[in-house]
């Protein structure tokens, strides 16, 4: 089946950035959209920002300007480029592939505390 692996997360202080990676396994990560979501305990997992396979981004509008998303073809690899962090972005990362809403990785924390 489909692997994600993501990687990245950490501890920061309010306004301090991180670089998440998402390597995806398999064939499948050129021929489809790739989006970053995230959740904290008790609630719902959010998507937060999207790709499509030619590159436009979306996002939604509590990270907008701030993150940005990426994807590198070559390496299977998405990427989410996170700044000016704030503690209302804590929460368990994870990427998927919007087309196989079953497929996820493990996640990655991200704390922004002071």
């Known amino acids: 089946q489909v692997q994600l692996v993501e990687s990245g997360g950490g501890l920061v202080q309010p306004g301090g950035s991180l670089r998440l990676s998402c390597v995806v396994a398999?064939?499948?990560?050129?021929?489809?959209?790739m989006a970053w979501y995230r959740q904290t305990p008790g609630k719902e997992r959010d998507r937060v920002a999207y790709?499509?396979?030619?590159?436009?981004?979306t996002y939604t509008d509590s990270v907008k300007g701030r993150f940005t998303i990426s994807r590198d073809d070559a390496k299977k690899t998405l990427y989410l480029q996170m700044d000016n962090l704030k503690p209302e972005d804590t929460a368990v990362y994870y990427c998927?592939?919007?087309?196989?809403?079953?497929?996820w990785g493990h996640g990655t924390q991200v704390t922004v505390s002071s």
């Open positions: 998927g592939v919007p087309k196989y809403p079953d497929f």
């Open positions: 398999g064939n499948i990560f050129s021929l489809n959209d």
């Open positions: 790709i499509t396979t030619q590159h436009n981004a």
